[in-house]
């Protein structure tokens, strides 16, 4: 079945780094933009980062541009989000989500079950 | 950035319910509104996309309208597994932005 599947997450202390991966099955993962969008604790949703389905294109929040880097392995059916200069308030549930992307639409509709980063020391 | 503001942030009602949840854009973004519901501990799920489509898999009883920069989530007769947190996302421009959310609960 269609589902993607983050790993990863874990405790780093602030100025640290991190990758985390998304794992792809079930659909052809080379036709899709994909996404990174975080959830930090008891918060709201907050979209992180896209990539086109060639890697083309990449887009970030203001919050993390110049700190973190989107990028894909077709090939592998997987995304990646090199996260450096980590702070506090990057600590969050990390979900990768599939955008799927119409004349007249543009919805992440399969998201990932999360992986939880933690920046603390 | 759009600011997306949503209301009620919690709401209270009982099974058979018919409940609406609503949206406000910052500006206008046509129809790209989409609408997730989240149980905790979970990922979102996609119920309602370009405003008023149903993802497909999503209960008739769900249903969205709105354009420009006023949209609702109306659920006609809650069920049990309805209770859940609701928010809405535009995709109109990035950053894309999600509401800060509604906590639909049992009464």
């Known amino acids: 079945q269609v589902q993607l599947v983050e790993s990863g997450g874990g405790l780093v202390k602030p100025g640290g780094s991190l990758r985390l991966s998304c794992a792809a099955s079930?659909?052809?993962?080379?036709?899709?933009?994909m996404s990174w969008i975080r959830q930090a604790p008891g918060k709201g949703l907050e979209w992180v980062s896209y990539?086109?389905?060639?890697?083309?294109?990449?887009n970030y929040a203001d919050s993390v541009k110049g700190r973190f880097t989107i990028s894909r392995d077709n090939a592998k059916k997987s995304l990646y989000l090199q996260m450096n200069s980590l702070r506090a308030e990057d600590t969050a549930v990390y979900y990768c989500?599939?955008?799927?992307?119409?004349?007249?639409?543009?919805?992440?509709?399969?998201w990932g079950q999360g992986t939880m980063v933690t920046v603390s020391s | 950035d759009i600011q997306m503001t949503q209301s009620p942030s919690s709401l209270s009602a009982s099974v058979g319910d018919r409940v609406t949840i609503t949206c406000r854009a910052s500006?206008?973004?046509?129809?790209?509104l989409n609408w997730y519901q989240q149980k905790p501990g979970k990922a979102p799920k996609l119920l309602i996309y370009?405003?008023?489509s149903l993802q497909s898999g999503v209960p008739s009883r769900f249903s969205g309208s709105g354009s420009g920069t006023d949209f609702t989530l109306t659920i006609s007769s809650l069920q049990p597994e309805d209770f859940a947190a609701y928010c809405c996302?535009?995709?109109?421009?990035?950053?894309?932005?999600f509401g800060q959310g509604t906590k639909l609960e049992i009464k």
């Open positions: 989500a599939r955008r799927r992307v119409d004349t007249a639409s543009d919805a992440f509709d399969i």
């Open positions: 079930g659909f052809t993962f080379s036709d899709y933009y």
């Open positions: 990539i086109s389905s060639s890697s083309s294109y990449t």
């Open positions: 500006q206008s973004i046509s129809s790209y």
């Open positions: 370009a405003a008023s």
């Open positions: 996302q535009q995709s109109y421009s990035t950053p894309y932005t």
